[in-house]
């Protein structure tokens, strides 16, 4: 891939990112269907904002590039992960942004739409917390996406 443009923004796209890839499938379900598309829906609108924050003040040029690079590297932190139940990925994507939040790598400001959509995430995904053998996996494989990103440069916890 080359050198990295602007890291620091791609480190920033990141979570906002992977959550986005996940949130625009159709997978989840909710007893009240319409209130839960209706938070989804809001999520994905908060999810697609943040994803474009980190591009900001960049010229147009530039800004492709850079994502093309956040592009890239979703690709390289996913790319096993194409044959593995959602929920799972989700929680794996929850653990990652966990990981690099708890370690005070970067923070999720109150009130940021990062912040926000991650309060609205958190409850697609808790049904995984309570199935320990997957839950347990979800965690291997947040680990294995911090270390993916790592290997090209970024999180550098």
Known sequence: ?????YPD???????????YSI???DVFTFIDQDKGMEEVE???????FACMVPLEGLKPTIAKLVARQIDSMHTAATDELQHVRADKVAAAIYYFLKEITDTGYLELWEGSPVAEAAALYLPLIEHVFEEE??????????KKML??????GLYKI
């Not at 923004?9 to 959550?19: G, H, N, S, V």
């Not at 270390?147 to 090209?152: E, R, T």
Request: charged share 30%.
């Open 23 to 25: 949130v625009m499938q």
């Open 1 to 5: 891939m080359g050198m990295l443009l």
């Open 133 to 142: 053998k997957l839950d347990k996996s979800a965690q291997k494989q947040a």
């Open 42 to 48: 809001r999520l994905r609108s908060l999810l697609r």
């Open 147 to 152: 270390s993916k990103l790592q290997s090209k």
């Open 9 to 19: 923004r791609i480190e920033c796209a990141m979570p906002a990112r992977l959550m």
